[in-house]
T-cell receptor, first 113, second 111 residues
Framework: ETGVTQTPRHLVMGMTNKKSLKCEQH?????MYWYKQSAKKPLELMFV???????ENNSVPSRFSPECPNSSHLFLHLHTLQPEDSALYLC????????????FGPGTRLTVT | RKEVEQDPGPFNVPEGATVAFNCTYS??????FFWYRQDCRKEPKLLMSVYSSGNEDGRFTAQLNRASQYISLLIRDSKLSDSATYLCVVTQYNQGGKLIFGQGTELSVKP
């Protein structure tokens, strides 16, 4: 596999469920990101990990919990979500954090019922 | 005021047309500039970086005007395959270099 992969590609969950999104990058990058993309809105940065340490948390509700066990893997743990959390969740990676090209995964389209 | 603002579109143009997208940014500390392309239900992909001197890649030309805080993308001889949403992206050194995305401009090229 190449690039950035994400699983699952589609997820439907109830508000009381717990699920996790997975991201894996095969590019040797040392920074990884979670973004949320809602309809007709700009991509919103949620979390940034650099060298496996969380360096940014953009006021994201605690029902979203990221985990970065190593530089190639990133998870987003979800629990007690709300319908307004339905969106496309994109993972990205870059060689470093400082404003260079980010490579995106295909995203997980999440629907909360 | 939005940090990065684009014409929302959609732009509906015939094949072969020339189309221009505009983008403005609010923070004068913005450091790097990009255009990304996002196809329907796909992830964003880098189209081109934008340099102060302007740069061209085939049918695509990007311009930056720092004084006016304005970025543009010109597509010449548009193809059906150019149909996508074009995202204007800036980074700001004082925000750790994170990417700030505009809401995107949708382009539809018709035969």
């Amino acid at each position: 596999e190449t690039g950035v992969t994400q699983t699952p590609r589609h997820l439907v969950m109830g508000m009381t469920n717990k699920k996790s999104l997975k991201c894996e990058q095969h590019l040797g990058h040392n920074a990884m990101y979670w973004y949320k993309q809602s309809a007709k809105k700009p991509l919103e940065l949620m979390f940034v990990y650099s060298l496996e340490e969380r360096v940014e948390n953009n006021s994201v509700p605690s029902r979203f919990s990221p985990e970065c066990p190593n530089s190639s893997h990133l998870f987003l743990h979800l629990h007690t979500l709300q319908p307004e959390d339905s969106a496309l969740y994109l993972c990205a990676s870059s060689q470093e954090r400082q404003g260079i090209e980010q490579y995106f995964g295909p995203g997980t389209r999440l629907t909360v019922t | 005021r939005k940090e990065v603002e684009q014409d929302p579109g959609p732009f509906n143009v015939p094949e072969g047309a020339t189309v221009a997208f505009n983008c403005t940014y609010s923070n004068s500390a913005s450091q790097s500039f990009f255009w990304y392309r996002q196809d329907c239900r796909k992830e964003p992909k880098l189209l081109m970086s934008v340099y102060s001197s302007g740069n061209e890649d085939g049918r695509f030309t990007a311009q930056l005007n720092r004084a006016s805080q304005y970025i543009s993308l010109l597509i010449r001889d548009s193809k059906l395959s150019d149909s996508a949403t074009y995202l204007c992206v800036v980074t700001q050194y004082n925000q750790g270099g994170k990417l700030i995305f505009g809401q995107g401009t949708e382009l539809s090229v018709k035969p």
